[in-house]
């Protein structure tokens, strides 16, 4: 096994031929199966909600509903792409580059687009409190449409432009089997610096959009002209945005530290890190998402379970949604 791995790891980086070689000696057959079983159980509960909002017409024409699909759909593709750049990893497995840049492409998108989203759902929510009379005419599903285009384009735009860069400084090199990481398509230092500035853009937009909408319904909650109820539940779900958006943030900073304990540290303990943190950082924040919008959703909630349970109610919900 030494000798194959010794030959299919030409071209990878030291560090990760040297830990990858050590945890495949150690047998890393129970992470995988923990990481695969939590990946497909999360799959499994997005897929049951997504067909739960699929089911009835009115989750599939009021705006947040739809923005709640996309997030699930996002969150599964992410889910699917992570765990199988984490095969491949452990299995120092060399993919061409072509099929590489296709995946890290839409990874590190989806993974984007999971903070541009949230932004999203809770500029929907301070207006549905904050404006209510006009929010059918300010959010529709046109309008919904539009924003969701416009998280994958700044969602992809940093990694599409270091993929055709590195397609014009070295078209040879797409046709070669590699390593498939995100930094194979950082080919100069301006590219570093623009995909941190990116990401510092990224999250501080975000942040801030967050913390406004938090602050405006917070005050509409206790004000006497806001519809309370409604006020309270839309301030509690973006405080539960502002939660997910550091576990997001978490993952750049956590990304730093672990590039710092592959120079320093055994490469036991760089695999031990490196495993909790796609399993807390990247998995565990997955099952949010149906937690934040499904289960306290009044009107998802019950059909929710009812698919769940596989129909094993005579009657299956009804469905109020405003």
């Known amino acids: 096994m030494m000798a194959m791995i010794n030959q299919s790891s030409e071209g990878v980086p030291l560090v990760h031929q040297q830990i990858f070689r050590v945890e495949i000696n150690e047998g890393p057959l129970s992470k995988l199966v923990v990481a695969i079983l939590m990946s497909l159980l999360f799959i499994c509960i997005n897929c049951i909600m997504f067909h739960t909002l699929m089911s009835k017409p009115v989750f599939r024409e009021l705006p947040r509903y739809i923005l709640f699909a996309?997030?699930?759909?996002?969150?599964?593709?992410?889910?699917?792409?992570?765990?199988l750049l984490y095969v491949l990893s452990m299995n120092v497995q060399l993919v061409p580059k072509a099929l590489c840049a296709l995946?890290?492409?839409?990874?590190?998108?989806?993974?984007?687009?999971?903070?541009?989203?949230?932004?999203?759902?809770?500029?929907?929510?301070?207006?549905?409190?904050?404006f209510p009379l006009r929010h059918?005419?300010?959010?529709?599903?046109?309008?919904?449409?539009v924003f969701i285009a416009l998280i994958?384009?700044?969602?992809s735009i940093n990694l599409s432009i270091d993929i055709l860069y590195a397609l014009i400084m070295d078209p040879g090199s797409f046709k070669d089997s590699i390593f498939c990481t995100?930094?194979?398509?950082?080919?100069?230092?301006?590219?570093?610096?623009?995909?941190?500035?990116?990401n510092f853009f990224f999250f501080v937009t975000v942040t801030a959009i967050l913390i406004f909408?938090?602050?405006?319904?917070?005050?509409?909650?206790?004000?006497?002209?806001?519809?309370?109820?409604?006020?309270?539940k839309a301030h509690k779900t973006i405080l539960l945005h502002l939660v997910q958006l550091v576990l997001c943030v978490n993952t750049f900073i956590y990304g730093?530290?672990?590039?710092?304990?592959?120079?320093?540290?055994?490469?036991?303990?760089?695999?031990?890190?490196?495993?909790?943190?796609?399993?807390?950082?990247?998995?565990?924040?997955r099952c949010l998402s149906p937690l934040i919008y499904g289960l306290r959703d009044d009107a998802v909630r019950p059909l929710f379970l009812y698919y769940v349970r596989c129909g094993a109610q005579k009657v299956k919900p009804s469905v109020t949604a405003h």
């Open 256 to 285: 730093t530290i672990e590039r710092a304990l592959a120079m320093t540290s055994s490469s036991r303990l760089f695999m031990d890190l490196r495993y909790l943190n796609f399993l807390f950082v990247l998995i565990l924040p």
């Open 70 to 83: 996309h997030m699930l759909c996002n969150d599964s593709v992410q889910l699917i792409l992570s765990l």
């Open 103 to 130: 995946i890290v492409l839409v990874a590190v998108t989806t993974f984007r687009n999971a903070a541009l989203n949230l932004a999203v759902m809770s500029l929907e929510r301070y207006v549905a409190v904050c």
């Open 182 to 198: 995100r930094e194979r398509f950082i080919l100069s230092p301006w590219q570093r610096d623009m995909f941190q500035g990116f």
């Open 136 to 145: 059918n005419e300010m959010v529709t599903q046109k309008t919904t449409g």
């Open 152 to 155: 994958w384009i700044f969602g």
């Open 213 to 232: 909408t938090y602050i405006n319904v917070m005050v509409a909650a206790r004000s006497a002209s806001a519809e309370k109820k409604s006020a309270r």
